[in-house]
């Protein structure tokens, strides 16, 4: 994922200030890398449904 990051040209990489992802720790560390600590990392709607049924389903 870093990579992919560091791939988009910095002066496009500067202007980020959101990333939404699955909130996987290895996506986060990596736009928290690459973006700066400020970048507000949110959870997508799919991941974050995927989460709740799956934890409804197991209690």
Excluded: N
């Amino acid at each position: 994922m870093k990579a992919f990051f560091l791939s988009i040209p910095k002066d496009l990489r500067d202007t980020v200030q959101c990333v939404c992802s699955d909130l996987y720790e290895g996506y986060t560390e990596a736009a928290r890398e690459v973006f700066g600590e400020q970048v507000k990392v949110v959870a997508d709607r799919f991941h974050t449904a995927w989460v709740r049924c799956g934890s409804a389903r197991q209690g």
